[in-house]
T-cell receptor, first 111, second 115 residues
């Protein structure tokens, strides 16, 4: 079955600094890949998704992610982090009826 | 915000008792999902529904059952709750467009504690 690894449990960055969250996946075919964000006490919000085509995908809130098949990675990036980006971020792979999520990366933003 | 309401938001119950969680949507989306979230595991799919009375199992379905008698409601039942089912439960919905079909909107979760 497919699986996702998010190597970083917790990341701290300064406001205004760039951000990269790592995601590695295992999937037998061309993967469907997703990034979600979860603020405390709330459900998940879809940031972006990759199905096929251009390997650099743009999402909401200024986030982007790059699919690299050779590295089985789908890393999330943002050029300049805002304090409101502090949250937990989840990478997921799947078809919808068997989507597998990573354990999450908690992002702390320092003033 | 998408219209998804989960009830109750918090529940504490005892081992062996039946528990039903409700997810109600106002978006008329075809797919509905139940996930559980546990530290170190992210979200894991319990069951999902692709239409009224059409449901299927997910990754961690043992000990859970679901029902969907109306488009807007998806119920998750723990027939005899166990302490291992203490978790935060999330409902999600989606409406497929071609190959684009993934959980798009999530409820705010139900925190369930089984003592």
């Amino acid at each position: 079955a497919q699986s996702v690894t998010q190597p970083d449990i917790h990341i701290t960055v300064s406001e205004g600094a760039s951000l990269e969250l790592r995601c590695n996946y295992s999937y037998g075919a061309t993967p469907y890949l997703f990034w979600y964000v979860q603020s405390p006490g709330q459900g998940l919000q879809l940031l972006l998704k990759y199905f096929s085509g251009d390997t650099l995908v743009q999402g909401i809130k200024g986030f982007e992610a790059e699919f690299k098949r050779s590295q089985s990675s789908f890393n999330l990036r943002k050029p300049s982090v805002h304090w409101s980006d502090a949250a937990e971020y989840f990478c997921a792979v799947g078809p919808n009826n068997d989507m597998r999520f990573g354990a999450g990366t908690r992002l702390t933003v320092k003033p | 915000d998408a219209g998804i309401t989960q009830s109750p938001r918090h529940k504490v119950t005892e081992t062996g008792t039946p528990v039903t969680l409700r997810c109600h949507q106002t978006e008329n989306h075809r797919y509905m999902y139940w996930y559980r979230q546990d530290p170190g595991h992210g979200l894991r799919l319990i069951h999902y529904s692709y239409g009224v009375k059409d449901t299927d199992k997910g990754e961690v379905s043992d000990g859970y059952s679901v029902s969907r008698s109306k488009t807007e409601d998806f119920l998750l039942t723990l027939e005899s709750a166990t302490s291992s089912q203490t978790s935060v439960y999330f409902c999600a919905i989606s409406e497929p467009t071609g190959t684009d079909n993934q959980p798009q909107h999530f409820g705010d979760g139900t925190r369930l504690s089984i003592l």
